[in-house]
């Protein structure tokens, strides 16, 4: 089966950092764009970040822009999300998903798994 697991997350002051990994399973990366998301109680799931499947095409939402940097190691089948000047706004659970040809790995709520969380607080 296709798997994606998240890790890499916990507590950090403001202004800390945190680096999230992303780890695909039954599948191998180097074909498929990736995406971040995250999601807080009450809210809907965001986009967050993605990458293209060779990394020429990296994009972010503006309130992470200049403080998040998405990369990606094909050879570990691994995509990595390191955030920097972490504020309390980031605090989410995170996600990953990958997609080719328009269809993604994780399609229903149900996919989603835990995530990995993100608390951003002193």
């Known amino acids: 089966q296709l798997q994606l697991v998240e890790s890499g997350g916990g507590l950090v002051q403001p202004g800390g950092s945190l680096r999230l990994s992303c780890v695909a399973s039954?599948?191998?990366?180097?074909?498929?764009?990736i995406g971040w998301f995250r999601q807080t109680p009450g809210k809907e799931r965001e986009g967050v970040s993605c990458?293209?499947?060779?990394?020429?095409?990296?994009n972010y939402i503006n309130s992470v822009e200049g403080r998040f940097t998405l990369s990606r190691d094909n050879a570990k089948n691994t995509v990595y999300l390191q955030m920097d000047s972490l504020k309390s706004e980031d605090t989410a659970v995170y996600y990953c998903?990958?997609?080719?040809?328009?269809?993604?790995?994780?399609?229903?709520?149900?996919?989603w798994g835990p995530g990995t969380q993100v608390t951003v607080s002193s």
């Open positions: 998903n990958a997609a080719i040809g328009g269809v993604t790995v994780r399609r229903g709520d149900d996919d």
């Open positions: 039954g599948f191998s990366l180097d074909s498929y764009a």
């Open positions: 990458i293209s499947s060779k990394g020429k095409s990296i």
